[in-house]
């Protein structure tokens, strides 16, 4: 008999389709997440649950699948969303995908490093709203990146990989991270987070989420920086207050955000950011290229199946389930 397994979304080929093969799979139907209490209704009796980084698995839904509950495989590289240390005290390998959207997340960032500063989404909207009447010296004048100061804040992979593409635009690359700091990486200097916000003439953000990121670009943040600046979040919502983003931006405390990640996601049509000419936002597009999301979906098919044959994930969270 195959294992039963719940997988909370479609997700491509040919993971999925391994997953198919293997299992008695459970692919919840629609193109929203599952609410809570589907997730906790699916995971019944499930051997597996296989989840995106919108599912909150807490301990309810972990009790729910009961003690026959052989893995958890998010297809995603944070975890954020599953309640780890509940699944470690159960004995419950909880599997990830790391390293794969390293540099597809890091074109994104620089993508949106340009688009912002070159203003490229009003460009469209101005020349889509028949606004374009001539070449104009002072029309739509944006902030060049070549030679500028990109200020680091985090300096992961994605960090690292972001520096790199800075080098090939000649940018002055400083970073703010203190596992890190005093050390040169890719080419860039270590700073204190204030001559970073000082100096900055781009700040992109690639920290995880923590009790102490959480927030953390609040008010006091956004006012050290220069009211020129770019302010860029690939790395999560909750790491800025959206409401001193808000008011930095109608002030001209900052010049511009550009942002991947929102809280909530989705970020409601009516919220003020969207009324901003100055704050670019977009669907969390991080890995969204066709071969980092083939490559999730392996990685993310493989975690879960080796679970149900009691093999060591690949991409383990929780090794420590393993000492046991």
């Known amino acids: 008999m195959k294992p039963k397994v719940f997988v909370t979304r479609k997700f491509p080929d040919p993971g999925l389709e391994s997953v198919r093969q293997a299992c008695d799979a459970d692919v919840w139907p629609g193109e929203e997440p599952p609410p809570h209490e589907a997730l906790v209704d699916r995971a019944r009796g499930t051997a597996g649950l296989l989840t995106m980084l919108t599912d909150p698995i807490d301990e309810q839904v972990i009790d729910a699948a009961g003690d026959g509950l052989k893995v958890i495989s998010t297809y995603a590289v944070g975890f954020d969303n599953i309640a ?50 001539t070449w104009g010296p002072t029309l739509l004048l944006g902030r060049d990146a070549h030679r500028a100061c990109l200020g680091l804040i985090g300096m992961g992979r994605i960090g690292r990989a972001v520096a790199r593409r800075a080098r090939g635009f000649e940018m002055d690359v400083v970073y703010h991270d203190p596992g890190k700091q005093g050390a040169e990486i890719e080419g860039a200097r270590s700073v204190s987070l204030d001559e970073l916000l000082e100096r900055a003439d781009f700040v992109s953000l690639h920290v995880p989420l923590t009790e102490r990121t959480r927030g953390w670009v609040d008010a006091e943040f956004l006012a050290k920086m220069k009211s020129t600046a770019v302010l860029i979040n690939t790395a999560r919502g909750l790491v800025v207050d959206q409401d001193a983003l808000r008011d930095a931006l109608v002030s001209c405390a900052i010049g511009y955000a550009a942002l991947d990640v929102t809280d909530p996601e989705p970020l409601p049509p009516d919220h003020p950011l969207y009324a901003l000419p100055n704050c670019l936002i977009v669907p969390h597009l991080g890995s969204a290229s066709v071969q980092t999301r083939t490559k999730m979906a392996e990685m993310t098919a493989a975690n879960l199946l080796a679970g149900l044959r009691g093999e060591r994930l690949p991409h383990c969270v929780n090794p420590e389930v393993y000492e046991h």
């Open 84 to 133: 780890v240390a509940a699944a470690t005290a159960r004995g419950i390998p909880v599997g990830h995908t790391p390293g794969v959207l390293t540099e597809t997340t890091a074109d994104l960032a620089f993508a949106l490093l340009l688009g912002a500063g070159r203003r490229i989404v009003e460009g469209a909207d101005y020349a889509r709203a028949g606004k374009w009447k």
